[in-house]
């Protein structure tokens, strides 16, 4: 069974940066798409960006800038670095990964994110 356990968040101070770590398993990690989301409070979830096997990226265009999307294709580990935090960017967020031979995506479980002022 393919599960996704994402980690690294937590409450943090705003101006500062933040990595969070999502690590697939129980499947081949570099035949699938790799994407994070987020869902602010009474919100709904957002697409941050998406990471290819083959390391293509893609931004929301609201995310542009502060974030980057990066995998470890050997750690079954993709990644999303947040830099200069503020506090809009509170949220749940979670990993998903989605391969051709699935009709739907895999969810993690998600990781709290807190930006204090």
């Known amino acids: 069974q393919v599960q996704l356990v994402e980690s690294g968040g937590g409450v943090v101070q705003a101006g500062t940066s933040l990595t969070l770590s999502c690590t697939l398993s129980g499947s081949t990690f570099s035949s699938y798409e790799m994407g994070w989301f987020r869902q602010g409070p009474g919100k709904q979830r957002k697409l941050v960006a998406k990471?290819?096997?083959?390391?293509?990226?893609t931004y929301s265009d609201s995310m542009k800038g502060r974030f980057t999307i990066s995998r470890d294709n050997s750690k079954s580990t993709v990644y999303l670095q947040i830099d200069n935090l503020s506090p809009e960017d509170t949220a749940v967020y979670y990993c998903?990964?989605?391969?051709?031979?699935?009709?739907?995506?895999?969810w993690g479980q998600g990781t709290q994110v807190t930006v204090s002022s």
């Open positions: 990471i290819t096997g083959g390391g293509s990226t």
């Open positions: 998903n990964a989605e391969h051709p031979a699935l009709t739907r995506a895999i």
